[in-house]
């Protein structure tokens, strides 16, 4: 995979991807960030989307483990709480890569 890359040279480039394996991650991404939930929150929250019990199951087990990803990660956002500690921790982390950014 080619990394995307824009005429910014201080641009960010977000992508979400599900499947990230760490080998993935070396050819196509400098930082990468996961996204925590439970099990349990992942369920809910498929089920609120139309997805079965089953089917959600099914499709979390599809994935790379969470604490698979967690291992490769550098930053790790818990998102079991509010919005607004979510978006603190995104802000956070935006702002961290930013700085780095700035430094290299």
Known sequence: MEKIRSEDPNAIIIKDVPLLTAEIKQTLVDKAVVVYA???NQI???KDRGFTGEEARRRIGAHV???EK???ADFVIYNDGSIEETRRQVEKIYDQILLEERHV
């Open 70 to 72: 967690m291992k490769f």
């Open 65 to 67: 483990s969470i604490d």
């Open 38 to 40: 439970t099990e349990e």
């Open 44 to 46: 809910r929250r498929l």
